[in-house]
């Protein structure tokens, strides 16, 4: 219920406003009576505000850069991804002219033209990202009554272009584990077998692993006791993983399954992706080679499909051969996962299981590559036989003269409708031999009876 005192000749209204703060306000009524009616007015007014009835004025000098402080300190800083984007949020949002501006300035053509001035010199991906940091942040501010209306709702996201898919082929996952290092390939391993995340394979613990059951209890990231989705799901191993993560926990002197040579955790900055790089130049997996020319001053390089030796048409100087690898990052070794899984026929309600999405489409649309040479093969499937004449002959005249001929039916392909195909692995269905390509045996190798990636 409103109130009403007075101080000194002048009466003052106190009420409660949109947030539920008791406020003080000075009116000019001259009696008690009129006094009344304006906290009355007062309060019915923060009532529609607070109902989103009405647009919420912010005449206590509350500015954007105070609300975005108040959800970095209250949300932001609890969020796992926190360490990566705190930088983007403050140098393009905390630290903009828009943060400036009071909140009742703040609308839903202030946000456009802020997200557009940001697109002439950002990825699209990046604006989207900003987009998405003011709309949790109003969001927030919405549920706990300090704003009534989010106008970053009709703002549009932008459009991110769709990058070619990078993935490893059934063929160069081996050559891949057998470039890396034998302390390094049970880890490499499990991230293509199993599809875990960085964060979640450095996290991972030897408590986390059931190898008689073949299952692994996923949840954590790196030392957070949460996953990105934010719970634990058990994904199963592979059998051809098994002796990988018995290797991988022999080897290990503390409580992580892949931990630093000193047992403790690896941290987010370890450097995974320079060992993949350095393995995919080893495995041949390259686009190119760039001879440089490393005589101080000459600066000559060029680009040849060969490592073939080269001199210098300057100083005839042999160039040095330098491998121009594949763009493959780690996180590339989960989309190697599900491709693979999706090519050899696997249900996409099981690999969404497996990769623990929430959403099928993204297991399907973002991490569900198909190599050309897999679609090409579904394409020949539409094989329907030559024409035939009336006589039961083939028809020597093509199908575009005859287009109502006869057709005759040929016989199926077990290999191509899922029949039998013997005990032969797929890689050594496509010709792949592990003895002939390195002159050792599997076990060897410690690679398991066979190397695909079934």
Known sequence: MPSVFKRGVRWYAKYK?????????????????????????????????????????????????????????????????????????????????LSKSPIREVTTGRVEQFIQAKTRELAPQTVNHLRSFLCRVFSAARRAGKVTQNPVLDVKCRRVPKRLPTFLTLEEVPRVLLALPGRWRPLFATAIYSGLRKGELLGLRKTDVDLPRRLISVCRSYARDTTKGGHAEAVPIASELVPYFEAAIKQSS???????????????EASLQELLQSALARAGIVTGYSHICRRKGCGHSEVAKD?????????????????????????????????????????????????????????????????????????????????????????????????????????PNDALIGGSSGSRSPLEMQGFSLERETGLGPATLGLGSRCSTN
């Open 254 to 268: 503390s409580e992580l399954v892949f931990p630093n040579e000193d047992g403790s955790m690896m941290s987010e």
């Open 17 to 97: 406003d949109a947030t539920g703060r008791w406020r003080t306000r000075p009116t000019t009524a001259d009696t008690k009576t009129d006094a009344k009616r304006l906290a009355t007015d007062l309060e019915r007014q923060a009532e529609r505000h607070r109902l989103g009835l009405e647009p919420l004025p912010t005449d206590d000098g509350t500015t954007l850069g105070d609300l975005l402080s108040w959800w970095e300190t209250t949300y932001f800083k609890q969020s796992p991804a926190y360490a990566k984007s705190c930088g983007t949020f403050r140098r393009h949002l905390a630290g903009s002219d």
């Open 307 to 411: 490592a073939d030796l080269r001199r210098c048409p300057k100083c005839k100087m042999k160039l040095w051969p330098r491998a121009l690898v594949r763009k493959i990052r780690f996180h590339d070794l989960r989309h190697t996962t599900a491709s693979l899984l999706m090519m050899a026929g696997a249900n996409p309600a099981a690999v969404q299981r497996i990769l623990r999405h929430s959403d099928p489409r993204i297991t399907t649309e973002v991490y569900g590559h198909l190599a050309p040479e897999y679609l090409r093969r579904e394409i020949d499937l539409l094989s329907f036989g030559k024409p035939v004449n009336d006589t039961g002959n083939a028809s020597a005249s093509s199908p575009k003269n005859d287009p109502f001929g006869a057709l005759v039916v040929q016989e």
